[in-house]
């Protein structure tokens, strides 16, 4: 994936931060193009890095990456809430945490909810960004020559495929 696990390559901590790098330069991309007037404006960029389908994406592709890195759950936990916090200082585990939580919870919802079609579409999104990130990961693993661009894609076209 873009050379960071490649043989030889012993700095775990190098390996974390480029996992960071890369999420975050698709972000960079994604923003610069909104306020040059790209496709969307700065406020739907917002709206859209701020959304469930973000933070699904970030969650799978970091678990995916660190995966490679290692086996021990604490050892991915500390590593997940690095990138988080190099991506986004002081907010980027709070921002994760929320959405996985509100995730999880969903299912315990009762179905007489009348908020339960909203819910509903927000799992979704939520379970869509997890799964492009971990396709993307794959392929990436597997074409060397990959370069993973489903977050900034989303960030631009909000198109969850």
């Not at 799992?123 to 960004?129: N, Q, S």
């Amino acid at each position: 994936m873009f050379g960071v696990f490649k043989p030889g390559k012993k700095n775990t901590d190098d390996q974390i931060d480029a996992i960071a790098k890369e999420l975050f330069a698709q972000i960079e991309q994604a923003r610069d193009e909104a306020k040059s007037g790209g496709i969307v404006d700065e406020k739907v960029f917002n709206d859209r890095l701020n959304s469930m389908f973000v933070a699904g994406y970030l969650i799978s592709y970091v678990d995916e990456c660190l995966a490679d890195i290692s086996s021990d759950n604490a050892v991915k936990k500390r590593a997940a809430e690095h990138v988080f916090e190099t991506m986004f200082p002081g907010s980027g585990i709070d921002f994760v945490k929320t959405r996985l939580i509100a995730r999880q919870k969903a299912p315990a919802i009762s179905k007489e909810d009348p908020n339960l079609g909203a819910i509903a579409e927000q799992c979704r999104v939520f379970d869509a960004g997890m799964l492009f990130a971990q396709e993307e990961v794959e392929k990436s693993d597997k074409d060397k020559g990959f370069h993973p661009s489903g977050l900034k894609q989303y960030l631009l076209l909000g198109e969850t495929l």
